[in-house]
């Protein structure tokens, strides 16, 4: 192998340039003049199959590391498949990422299998196979080479409440909080923990553990969360912490390792190859049971506002029988009602806080992408024409866009596009929304390109 060209296709790599790193380990593979020594065309390959990532381009990627996989002399055949994996996952294709991933730790010679464990539970949870996955994180966890095992432990909790077993998700979060934990991410898991706690009807840890969750003021709870923290608070109050009946959890598999929707996730390199600094963490922190929209799915987009409402109405009847049955209804009612015009209110501005809004971001930007010609029309205020139409030219049409995800703040939100070009490809978009009022307004539109993100 042509070593100079080499190294130059390295440092090339190193510096962020991709498209001329795969133009030199291309060349290197070609060179006549520098015969391949047993194991390089796969170290080639694995590269260019890297480089294909990097660039987008997934299925190149899946190309190149299949033929890397045929070198049998090469040693990293282990990274090769989890590779192979994570490419697969970023086009749906789970079957085939729990394969490569199978193939990742059934390598010997891999040394971070807790990589594949963890891919390969998220896969199999795409495919809807709770128990599968929850074995997968568990050995995720349990590899001593994992640094962190905190993100196998949280997922696994995801696993036990998709399973119906609140109990065993308590102590799976538990474990995680042993570990030294970034501030964000101990804020979600207290999230999480405080649901578990409510579907297993422990309600006054649920309260503590939410409290803790927002104590520094840097983390909003998800709608679900805010549901069953207002469940808990009620609970504890009427003197009912420890309820006899837990509340069945609502299976949902956000927050998982490969993301819903397919978007691209980029495998780290190999160890000792690359300056790693700029490879993407492809964990994502959700809610346990969060009610988020997917392909393929539904959102119960009305389960906040219709369970807030069933609750506060119970809670007013329970109250109003406890009164009459002590000692008379005037002043008790009255605080009764007081209490739950309180809960009434709470409940708006934890909506508000949360992002909720009329017309809501999904539907001021389903129709941007509709009508790009017309986009005046849900601009901001202080969006000048000339910066509206400057948006609306990088805009695909498209009536029926997907929303892969959303960052939504009381005040500001972003919501993260993909439209399908004419031609059939696909574009991505970065959509960032203002409130307006109770709803919201587009105030910047940028393409967005998840290999830099």
């Known amino acids: 192998m042509n070593n100079d060209l080499y190294q130059q296709a390295q440092a090339a790599y190193a510096a962020k340039d991709y498209q001329w790193a795969l133009q030199a380990y291309t060349q290197c593979l070609q060179d006549a003049a520098f015969p391949l020594a047993p ?3 796969g170290l080639l390959y694995h590269r260019i199959g890297n480089c294909l990532v990097k660039l987008r381009d997934p299925n190149e990627a899946i190309h190149a590391y299949t033929q890397a996989t045929a070198d049998g002399a090469y040693g990293a055949l282990g990274a090769v498949n989890y590779n192979l ?17 199978e193939l990742a730790v059934a390598d010997a010679s ?8 963890s891919g390969m539970g998220s896969a199999l949870l795409k495919l809807g196979k709770s128990a599968e996955a929850g074995v ?42 042993q570990f030294d934990l970034r501030p964000d991410t101990r804020n979600k898991l207290y999230a999480n923990l405080g649901q578990a706690y409510v579907a297993s009807g422990q309600m006054q840890k649920a ?45 949902d598999t956000s927050g998982l390792d ?21 490879a993407s963490d492809p964990y994502y922190y959700a809610d346990a049971y969060d009610a988020q929209a997917y ?97 609306a030219d990088l805009l695909v049409q498209d009536s029926a866009p997907t929303i892969d995800g959303m960052d939504k703040s009381m005040s500001a939100s972003v919501a993260y596009v993909t439209a399908a070009t004419p031609e059939g490809g696909q574009a991505s978009y970065q959509v960032t929304l203002s409130r307006d009022l109770i709803g919201w307004k587009v105030s910047d539109v940028e393409l967005y390109f998840p290999s830099q993100n």
């Open 136 to 177: 997968a994180f568990r050995e995720a966890a349990l590899d001593e080479a994992n640094p962190d095992p905190t993100k196998a432990l949280l997922n696994l909790g995801i696993c036990f409440m998709a399973l119906g077993r609140p109990a065993d998700a308590v102590a799976s979060y538990e474990s995680a909080l």
């Open 39 to 41: 194991g390089e065309a």
């Open 110 to 117: 891999y040394d971070a299998a807790y990589k594949a464990y």
């Open 207 to 251: 309260v503590t553990a939410f409290e803790q969750a927002i104590s520094d003021k840097t983390y909003y709870l998800s709608d679900s969360a805010s549901v069953d923290y207002q469940r808990a608070v009620a609970a504890v109050a009427q003197g009912t912490s420890e309820v006899t009946q837990a509340i069945a959890p609502v299976a």
């Open 295 to 391: 392909p393929g799915g539904a959102a119960d987009d009305d389960r906040f506002f219709t369970a807030s409402d069933e609750e506060l109405e119970q809670w007013s009847r329970g109250l109003a029988k406890q009164d009459r049955k002590r000692r008379g209804v005037g002043l008790k009612i009255f605080i009764a009602i007081i209490i739950v015009l309180l809960l009434a209110v709470g409940a708006c501005v934890v909506l508000y806080t949360q992002g909720f809004g009329f017309p809501t971001q999904e539907s001021v930007v389903t129709q941007l992408f509709s009508d790009p010609s017309g986009a005046q029309s849900v601009m901001a205020e202080g969006v000048s024409d000339e910066d509206a139409q400057a948006m």
């Open 85 to 101: 994996g994570t490419s697969y996952a970023s086009l749906h294709d789970y079957e085939n990422a729990v394969r490569h991933f």
């Open 258 to 278: 490969v993301t819903a929707d397919g978007s691209a996730l980029y495998p780290e390199e190999m160890e000792g190859a690359y300056d790693a600094s700029d």
